[in-house]
């Protein structure tokens, strides 16, 4: 049975996609990871996976003293991940990115093992193009970012199967719903607390018209929980979350736009302006440029309410969404997993 080592980390961003793929391979393959002991270890190991954990600095874009240190840290982080995969043996690692994949991809372009990485955002991020050259392919989300790689292929964004099979009676009546429109709120494995203010600052008048199912992000929750309120620190099913809603807020990180457009919903989308690269902003401005989605500004959200319910009502919106061909990307991902590993 073929091994394939998959990595990446640093946040959820980096780890979920890479579940999807696991997830639809595991039966056909060995699956095995190495990453940090962040939150790629915590999921990785919850889903059930190997997982063998290195030390990895984070790589800096701007100056700290921290950065003096991050050869030699960086440099015990190749040894260990060297001797990992010597002993081994994948036939090929497969990275989603992050700092945390940096070490991996290193020991395997060492010791001539194949590898494929994915870049889910727009504008690559900075462990993938220090590592595009050692790949076989850099798979992408968007079609614009294969073109600025010698090998880039785009695939679409690997999507998890089970958040595009959800019913939404099911799931209603999992989170005591009625029959009224829902609004699904996202913002991220830790919530946004822009888009949590935001919210709890116009339940009355988002209540005056919808049920809302929040998803606050851990130690997020309040006390106050009107009639119609739903909130969760975090939900493990998706699918069911997705498919109780009519429209969804949501952050712009590329994985749960592709999960939202997938599945034809309206959004309004709030991205990341700050303490990122910018890349919630590029994905956020490329989707509406097409008229898929509706985008909020931090600075707006005192218009959150009517922004929202534009978004429900909006029928050229809706007609966007049913003729889009965004779909899950797993299946070609897959796809090209088997064709390096036949050719290797």
């Known amino acids: 049975m073929k091994h394939i080592l998959f990595t990446g980390g640093g946040s959820a961003g980096h780890v979920v996609p890479n579940l999807a793929v696991m997830n639809a391979l595991k039966y056909s393959f060995r ?5 940090t002991g962040g939150i790629e270890k915590g ?3 919850d889903a059930g996976f190997p997982f063998f954990e290195i030390e990895c600095p984070k790589l800096r874009r701007s100056f700290s003293l921290e950065n003096l240190r991050i050869p030699f840290a960086l440099r015990r982080a190749e040894r260990d991940a060297l001797a990992i995969l010597k002993r081994e043996k994948p036939d090929l690692v497969f990275s989603k990115g992050g700092y945390v994949s940096y070490p991996a991809v290193w020991a395997a372009h060492r010791l001539k093992i194949p590898i494929l990485t994915h870049e889910s955002d727009l504008s690559a991020g900075l462990c993938t193009k220090m590592i595009a050259k ?10 614009e970012t294969a073109q600025k790689f010698r090998n880039g292929r785009c695939v679409g964004s690997p999507i998890r199967r089970e958040v595009l099979t959800g019913e939404q009676g099911r799931a209603r009546r999992k989170f005591g719903l009625g029959d009224g429109p829902v609004l699904l709120v996202l ?3 830790s919530g946004s607390r822009a888009i949590n203010e935001a919210v709890r600052a116009n339940l009355s008048a988002l209540l005056q018209s919808l049920q809302i199912l929040h998803l606050c992000g851990r130690g997020n929750l309040i006390d106050e929980s ?7 620190e975090y939900e493990r099913d998706m699918g069911a979350a997705y498919a109780a809603a009519d429209v969804v807020l949501s952050r712009a990180g590329s994985n749960t736009v592709f999960e939202i ?9 709030v991205p990341l302006a700050h303490a990122s690269r910018g890349d919630q902003v590029e994905n956020a401005l490329y989707f509406e440029a097409q008229g898929l ?3 909020l500004r931090e600075s707006e959200l005192d218009a959150l309410p009517s922004a929202v319910l534009s978004a429900l009502g909006d029928e050229a919106l809706r007609t966007a969404l049913r003729q ?9 991902i897959i796809a090209v997993i088997k064709e390096v590993l036949r050719s290797s």
């Open 31 to 35: 699956i095995t990871y190495m990453g």
């Open 43 to 45: 999921l990785v190991s």
């Open 134 to 143: 050692k790949c076989t392919y850099v798979l992408t989300s968007f079609p």
């Open 187 to 189: 913002g991220g494995g």
């Open 226 to 232: 009107p009639k119609g309120y739903i909130q969760r």
């Open 261 to 269: 457009l997938a599945l034809k919903k309206p959004a309004v989308l």
């Open 293 to 295: 989605v509706r985008v």
């Open 324 to 332: 889009s061909s965004i779909s899950s990307g797993t299946d070609a």
